[in-house]
């Protein structure tokens, strides 16, 4: 079965540090992957996604995402963090069985500490 | 702006009462969807639809029904509503593959939410 596993509930980091929020998955085939962010009482933002290329992705606010084919990780990055990129994270992967339906991971709640 | 808008943003209901979401999106996209978001599950899949007249269940489909009678538009409906089914519902859209020639990987775009609490 596909699936998409964020093996944190939380994250916690010091502002101007650099943060992680990782992402692995399982799927056949070549993987569509996305990082999506939600604030307190929103939609879920899209941030980026993997379709095909370099393995490095660069999103909104200054995320990227390294593509991992070989551990199956999709992890997010930002080299400085800022307070205001507390919220909850979500990986994402679509299903590549011919259904285009997305699957979603449990979410990555990040804290940013001042 | 094309754009994806739910109503009403927050809902109370009696048990056993028949409730409609609304979702609506200005995009033209074929693709829809109905999740819910739950603390410990994260999204889950209630429905979805290609297009007008195509419905599919997802993977928490029990108790929930939609109707595509136009592209814009994909109502959630409740049948007799559930304490279990006290939730946040978030609709979504994307473009189908025909819709989307260069294969850009068809991003999911989500409402703001549809709070719903079952009394």
């Known amino acids: 079965a596909q699936s998409v596993a964020q093996p944190e509930d939380q994250v916690n980091v010091a502002e101007g540090n650099p943060l992680t929020v990782k992402c692995t998955y399982s799927v056949s085939g070549n993987p569509y992957l996305f990082w999506y962010v939600q604030y307190p009482n929103r939609g879920l933002q899209f941030l980026l996604k993997?379709?095909?290329?370099?393995?490095l992705v660069k999103g909104s606010y200054g995320f990227e995402a390294e593509f991992n084919k070989s551990q199956t990780s999709f992890h997010l990055k930002k080299p400085s963090a800022l307070v205001s990129d507390s919220a909850l994270y979500f990986c994402a992967v679509r299903d590549t069985s011919g259904t285009y339906k997305y699957i979603f991971g449990t979410g990555t709640r990040l804290k940013v500490l001042a | 702006d094309a754009e994806i808008t739910q109503s009403p943003r927050h809902k109370i209901t009696e048990t056993g009462r028949q409730v409609t979401l609304a979702c609506h999106q200005t995009?033209?996209?074929?693709?829809m969807f109905w999740y819910r978001q739950d603390l410990g599950h994260g999204l889950r899949l209630i429905h979805y639809?290609?297009?007008?007249?195509?419905?599919n269940k997802g993977e928490v489909s029990d108790g929930y029904s939609v109707s595509r009678s136009n592209t814009e538009d994909l109502p959630l409906t409740l049948e007799s509503a559930a304490s279990s089914q006290t939730s946040v519902y978030f609709c979504?859209?994307?473009?189908?593959?025909?819709?989307?020639?260069?294969?850009?990987?068809?991003?999911?775009?989500f409402g703001e939410g549809s709070w719903l609490t079952v009394v």
């Open positions: 993997y379709i095909t290329g370099d393995n």
């Open positions: 639809s290609y297009g007008v007249q195509d419905t």
């Open positions: 979504a859209s994307s473009l189908s593959p025909g819709q989307d020639p260069r294969g850009s990987g068809n991003t999911i775009y």
């Open positions: 995009w033209n996209h074929n693709n």
